[in-house]
Antibody, heavy 120, light 107 residues
Framework: EVQLVESGGGLVQPGGSLRLSCAAS????????MNWVRQAPGKGLEWISY???????FYADSVKGRFTNSRDNAKNSLYLQMNSLRAEDTAVYYC??????????????WGKGTTVTVSS | DIQLTQSPSFLSASVGDRVTITCRAS??????LAWYQQKPGKAPKLLIY???TMQSGVPSRFSGSGSGTEFTLTISSLQPEDFVIYYC?????????FGQGTKLEIK
């Protein structure tokens, strides 16, 4: 079964750091690009980062310079290092797999998410 | 950044109705658009990609159309489990962006 499982969320103070993980199974992880998407409480979806199979990376402006997306293909894992956290980073964080269709990527498999709360 | 505007934001309908949700892009995105369904407390589920291609396992009552700047998601005959939130997303260029969502409510 194709599956993504996020972990590492929790309560952190403003200015603090947290590292999220996303464990992939049921598919050849190294062949796929991956994304992080977040959803603040009661709000819509916000894409925050993409990483290709060869670690080309893009970020949303809202997290650029504070968050670092990375992957370890040997461990079938995706990571999001989050530094200088702000209250507005409070959200459920999802990892999502990208698949290629007609030269463009779409996101077909999502994890259940991990909750990050930034508060003093 | 490309802005996506969904309309309506709230839609009241009855079981069996045919409904259409519109997603407008601030600039042309060809057909590089996806639609998702999100149930409360759950991750989004991909329904449609490339504007009109149905994801495997999605009921045939869901369909998508459009290109350029205007796109639609149509549900041909609403079922009770369809009364949730729908999002469009453009994947034409980074940063990928989502519409604000459309909440489908039972009339």
């Amino acid at each position: 079964e194709v599956q993504l499982v996020e972990s590492g969320g929790g309560l952190v103070q403003p200015g603090g750091s947290l590292r999220l993980s996303c464990a992939a199974s049921g598919f050849t992880f190294r062949d796929y690009s991956m994304n992080w998407v977040r959803q603040a409480p009661g709000k819509g979806l916000e894409w925050i980062s993409y990483i290709s199979s060869t670690s080309n990376i893009f970020y949303a402006d809202s997290v650029k310079g504070r968050f670092t997306n990375s992957r370890d293909n040997a461990k079938n894992s995706l990571y999001l290092q989050m530094n200088s956290l702000r209250a507005e980073d409070t959200a459920v964080y999802y990892c999502a797999r990208s698949f290629l269709y007609s030269y463009y990527y779409y996101m077909d498999v999502w994890g259940k998410g991990t909750t990050v709360t930034v508060s003093s | 950044d490309i802005q996506l505007t969904q309309s309506p934001s709230f839609l009241s309908a009855s079981v069996g109705d045919r409904v259409t949700i519109t997603c407008r892009a601030s600039q042309g995105i060809s057909s590089h658009l996806a639609w998702y369904q999100q149930k409360p407390g759950k991750a989004p589920k991909l329904l449609i990609y490339a504007a009109s291609t149905m994801q495997s396992g999605v009921p045939s009552r869901f369909s998508g159309s459009g290109s350029g700047t205007e796109f639609t998601l149509t549900i041909s005959s609403l079922q009770p489990e369809d009364f949730v939130i729908y999002y469009c997303q453009q994947l034409n260029s980074y940063p990928y962006t989502f519409g604000q969502g459309t909440k489908l409510e039972i009339k």
